[in-house]
């Protein structure tokens, strides 16, 4: 599972690393501009990452008023997310 994930990742950095110009990385990093970036994040990088986390989650989580609760991928991205606005780095 570790080596779809380093995989993806490789192919994300050649992907920037193929352009010099701070400018050009830019628009490589755009999904709108430049749809191989998509592919390679959607396509590569998410199912990676989406079978490291479901193959740990356990398929119930106590729940203190309703007792056991299905436990969903998305509960686990939702709590680590941070809520508010955002800012792009500069």
Known sequence: MLKAVS????????????RQDPEEKIRLGNSLLCTTISNLVLKQLYPAIQNI??????????????????NKLWNVVEATARPGLYEPIR
Do not use: C, E, P, T
């Open 7 to 18: 995989l993806a990742v490789d192919l994300i950095m050649a992907h920037f690393n193929s």
């Open 53 to 70: 986390l479901q193959n740990g989650l356990k398929a119930y989580k106590l729940d203190l008023i309703i007792g056991q609760r299905r």
